[in-house]
């Protein structure tokens, strides 16, 4: 079975650093892009970033582009999403999720399936 | 980056009820379009890709259809299940955006 699992929640305060990460397993971790969405409370599906394991290209939307770092570790299948200094504007859940895919010729359609179950990130004084 | 626009942002209905819900791009992105559901505290699940092609074990009442710039997710008759948000996504180019979401709630 495909399955990410992600690290528990965390509490922070504002300034402090955090990395949370996504283990994938029953799949060729190297094979697939791996990207991360932010919900904040309430809120929508906001697409953060994708990165490819095996060479660690790295993509990010301009909206996060600076204000977040994604990284992955082949070796133990687990790709990750750090900040260096939080907001109290980061609370929020962030799920990991692979970038499926399907190419016909040249033209590949992507999609995200499976998803993590989600880490919620508190940040507050 | 390409935007997405769903509307209703929310509806009601009732089981067994006939529910369409557009997305309309930006720009054309041909058929690249996803739908996902997500219900409420659950992380989002993959309903369809690339516009109309139904995910392995999701219902056939659910369908997608729409080329271009205009999408549309229908479900043919509303389960109790079906209560949740949906959201699209485009796939023609990174950042892959989504839309803002539509909540269906029950009448």
């Known amino acids: 079975e495909v399955q990410l699992v992600q690290s528990g929640a965390e509490v922070k305060k504002p300034g402090e650093s955090l990395k949370i990460s996504c283990k994938g397993s029953g799949y060729s971790f190297t094979s697939y892009w791996i990207g991360w969405v932010r919900q904040m409370p309430g809120k929508g599906l906001e697409w953060m970033g994708i990165?490819?394991?095996?060479?660690?290209?790295?993509r990010y939307s301009p909206s996060f582009q600076g204000q977040v770092t994604i990284s992955a570790d082949k070796s133990i299948s687990t790709a990750y999403l750090q900040w260096s200094s939080l907001k109290a504007s980061d609370t929020a859940m962030y799920y990991c999720a692979r970038l499926d895919r399907y190419c016909r010729s040249t033209n590949c359609h992507n999609w995200f399936d499976p998803w993590g179950q989600g880490t919620l990130v508190t940040v507050s004084s | 980056d390409i935007q997405m626009t769903q509307s209703p942002s929310s509806l009601s209905a009732s089981v067994r009820d006939r529910v369409t819900i557009t997305c309309r791009a930006s720009q054309n992105i041909s058929s690249y379009l996803n739908w996902y559901q997500q219900k409420a505290g659950k992380a989002p699940k993959l309903l369809i890709y690339?516009?109309?092609s139904l995910q392995s074990g999701v219902p056939s009442r659910f369908s997608g259809s729409g080329s271009g710039t205009d999408f549309t997710l229908t479900i043919s008759s509303l389960q109790p299940e079906d209560f949740a948000a949906y959201y699209c996504?485009?796939?023609?180019?990174?950042?892959?955006?989504f839309g803002g979401g539509t909540k269906v709630e029950i009448k």
């Open positions: 690339d516009g109309f």
């Open positions: 996504q485009q796939s023609y180019s990174t950042p892959f955006t």
């Open positions: 990165i490819y394991p095996d060479d660690s290209d790295t």
